[in-house]
């Protein structure tokens, strides 16, 4: 992952004692941050989201499907402002 956002999430991971973030799960938490911020036209529901979305996927057999299925999800329910 890229520095310095790398450095932070991997410190993060291993801190808490999981494995580190892939880049498909990392775009899939940054495609639903979007989708969130964008349908809701409030940026503070994306990490509120993505907080949400972590504890679902960790939970998860497969993380990135679990992500994927939660960005669709939102998607539906919090369409883009400008399709309203």
């Known amino acids: 992952m890229g520095e310095p956002r790398g ?3 991997d410190a993060l991971a291993e801190r808490i004692g999981t494995s580190p973030l892939t880049p498909g799960e990392i ?6 941050a979007a989708v969130v911020a964008h349908g809701t036209g409030d940026r503070t529901t994306a990490p509120l989201a993505s ?8 939970a998860s057999q497969d993380r990135a499907a679990s992500l994927d299925e939660l960005r669709r999800y939102a998607a539906e329910i919090a369409p883009p402002s400008e399709a309203r």
Do not use: M, T
């Open 51 to 58: 907080f949400l979305a972590g504890i679902a996927a960790a």
């Open 27 to 32: 775009e899939s938490v940054l495609a639903l």
């Open 7 to 9: 450095k932070v999430i």
